[in-house]
């Protein structure tokens, strides 16, 4: 079965970015010996999906972050010609669900979903989402990406915290699981 995970860093606003995809107030954050978790995770990640823009804000990191890791980039737009795409990154156009359906094929345990919020509200909406690990930044935008998109109507979900732990930095990171059946009350 693919799981999927939105694994992200937000503001105390919800904010994953700046206004203009601003990520300067992350900077303060990565401290030395500490990554939130994040070595850990890669450990059993099979593959990736994110958006053009998240995809372009990880190359202007210089090498490809990911290794060999197959990658997804979601774009209506045409995939760069100027042969800085990775060998591992699959371009073009898919719904969730059918992401999801080629994974399962591929026998991928894990898939994490990068980002953006857009992409992330389209997988929370389809009801993909198997997992949130967030990283709550104690710092507040007013304005910015938000960390699930547009919002839009849906239905509601559950979700459970299986793990959290706070940081002397202020951080919180949290890991939730979606609750697939709703939870009883009383």
């Known amino acids: 079965m693919t799981e999927v995970t939105y694994y992200v860093a937000a503001t105390l606003d919800d904010f994953i970015a700046g206004p203009s995809g601003e990520l300067d107030w992350l900077h303060p954050f990565e401290q030395a010996g500490t990554d939130y978790g994040l070595a850990d995770f890669m450990a059993g990640v099979d593959a990736l999906v994110m958006g053009r823009t998240t995809y372009a804000v990880a190359r202007s990191f210089g090498d490809w972050p990911y290794g060999e890791r197959p990658a997804w980039v979601l774009s209506h737009q045409d995939a760069p010609t100027d042969g800085s795409l990775p060998p591992s990154v699959f371009w073009g156009a898919a719904q969730p669900h059918e992401l999801v359906a080629q994974w399962m094929d591929r026998d991928f345990r894990q898939v994490w979903l990068v ?72």
């Open 115 to 186: 980002g953006g919020g857009q992409l992330a509200g389209q997988f929370l909406r389809a009801g993909l989402v198997d997992h949130l690990m967030l990283a709550t930044i104690p710092v507040t935008l007013g304005s910015g990406l938000p960390l699930w998109g547009v919002p839009q109507k849906m239905a509601p979900q559950h979700w459970t915290l299986q793990a959290h732990q706070a940081y002397p930095n202020g951080v919180l990171t949290q890991h939730f699981k979606r609750v697939r059946s709703a939870p009883s009350c009383g």
